[in-house]
């Protein structure tokens, strides 16, 4: 028998089962040169990207800014579960999104929606007719731009599993806040207040 999307997603759960919360930074001011980790406005948090770390999956990768860590695993191209998610044209694309801290499911929802927009497009989806691509999304901490973060951690579990795609995507979170704009934002930034705003590009074309 398949194994079915909350079976993958329990998986990718119980591997980041043992990673706890990074704590917030002390306190932010969008007045200072620099932010409370010394960066300046238009500074990314250190880059980190361990790939094929889930051995049951078809391609995986944990993507780090900073404190945000998500982890993704990539199942597929499989059969269908059901009749209903043939396509003639490609994949049937199930994205499932699992938040590090509440349990909202309306945000999980939507999160899973834009990463299965964004995507879906990119991939070569005729190579792959009448089959089911299940992609796990797991955000392990959760310190401030997790959508971009969350972006980059698929890209790089996709290019793991040997999928082929168009084009890489890369995500970057900005704040704008009344009297600066800030690169990805921390958490406390983004409880501070400001407009959050997260960009996803299309990298280098493979085709």
Same mark, same amino acid.
């Given at each position: ?8 997603a ?5 591997a ?11 306190? @932010?001011?969008?007045?200072r ?19 094929g770390i889930?051995?049951?999956?078809? %391609? ?5 800014? %900073? ?8 199942f ?11 396509? @003639?044209? %490609? ?22 929606e ?21 992609i796990?999304?797991?955000? @392990? ?29 890369? %995500? ?31 990298g @280098?074309?493979?085709?």
């Open positions: 028998m398949e194994p079915t999307a909350d079976d993958d329990a998986a990718v759960v119980a980041a089962a043992a990673e706890t919360q990074a704590p917030p930074s002390e306190s @932010i001011s969008f007045d040169l620099t932010r409370t980790d010394h960066r300046k406005a238009d500074q990314f948090r250190q880059f980190h990207c361990e790939q889930l051995k049951q999956a078809d %391609g995986s990768a944990r993507f780090k800014h %900073g404190h945000t860590s998500v982890l993704t695993a990539v597929g191209p499989m059969a269908c579960t059901r009749t209903s998610q043939e396509r @003639i044209d %490609g994949p049937f694309v199930e994205v499932v999104f699992n938040s590090a801290v509440d349990d909202d499911s309306q945000k999980n929802k939507e999160c899973s834009v990463l299965r927009r964004t995507f879906e497009p990119v991939l070569l989806r005729s190579l792959h007719p009448r089959t089911l691509l299940r796990v999304v797991q955000v @392990i901490k959760d310190d401030g731009a997790v959508l971009a973060v969350a972006t980059n951690s698929v890209c790089m579990a996709l290019l793991d599993a040997g999928y082929p795609m168009k084009s890489f995507v890369v %995500g970057v979170s900005c704040l704008l806040a009344p009297k600066s704009t800030t690169v990805d934002p921390t958490r406390l930034e983004e409880q501070a207040g400001g407009v959050r705003a997260c960009f996803l590009y299309l @280098i074309r493979t085709w």
